[in-house]
């Protein structure tokens, strides 16, 4: 089975551009989450969804960064403008809540350097 | 303010001996918890978790166990082997907020 998928697996951009990450959850699950990764903070909640919907978005630093999922099989994550402080490692990681284990299931990750 | 404590940042054991690595929470609001191993360059994987209904979950080589009332958990590597060298997190969530709180991580370094 095909586990989540990333893409792209490295971004480099300067800052000021837009950046998208996009994500594909595990075929059946209903809860996506993105997490962020950095030295200083460590893993991080950014976002969550349950079938679509998004449920806690706290974690989201500030305007610049927005989450969609149109469907079931589709997430991204956009940040507009980015910045040098944006670089981190960003983790999508998908569910099947109700399951009574809500384990997660995370994806290789994107690496983001903002120049 | 860490809901999750993993004080140690490094541990390492010679092949064969067991591993150890130790956990703390501070939300009593956490109801279920795990562990993910990671490997530079790599998502987190799942290894194993336990509800807080139990004590005591296993799974071969790995057991974790979860003592409540000092809000503490553990994870038991036995026999350590050099390709259980990785990061390892622990991590809890409760039934009102499914994402994850997540440790800081502890290096483990198995040694041949």
């Known amino acids: 089975d095909a586990g989540v998928i990333q893409s792209p697996r490295h971004e480099v951009t300067e800052m000021g551009q837009e950046v998208t990450l996009r994500c594909k959850p595990i075929?059946?699950?209903?809860?996506l989450f993105w997490y962020r990764q950095t030295m200083m903070r460590g893993l991080e909640l950014l976002i969550y969804f349950n079938n679509n919907v998004p449920i806690d978005d706290s974690g989201m630093p500030e305007d610049r960064f927005s989450a969609k999922m149109p469907n079931a099989s589709f997430s991204t994550l956009k940040i507009q403008p980015s910045e040098p402080r944006d670089s981190a490692v960003y983790f999508c990681?998908?569910?099947?809540?109700?399951?009574?284990?809500?384990?997660?299931?995370f994806g290789p990750g994107t690496r983001l350097t903002v120049l | 303010d860490q809901q999750v404590k993993q004080n140690s940042p490094s541990l390492s054991v010679q092949e064969g001996r067991i591993s150890i690595l130790n956990c703390d929470y501070t939300?009593?609001?956490?109801?279920?918890f795990l562990w993910y191993k990671k490997y530079p360059a790599e998502g987190p994987t799942f290894l194993i978790s336990?509800?807080?209904?139990?004590d005591k979950n296993e799974d071969g080589r790995f057991t974790v166990f979860l003592n409540k009332s000092a809000k503490h958990l553990s994870l038991h590597i036995v026999p350590s082997q050099p390709g259980d060298s990785a990061v390892y997190f622990c991590a809890a969530s409760h039934t009102g907020r499914r994402a994850l709180t997540f440790g800081s991580g502890t290096r483990l370094q198995v040694q041949p």
């Open positions: 075929s059946g699950h209903n809860s």
């Open positions: 990681a998908s569910s099947h809540s109700g399951s009574g284990t809500d384990t997660q299931y």
């Open positions: 939300n009593s609001m956490f109801d279920y």
């Open positions: 336990i509800s807080s209904i139990k």
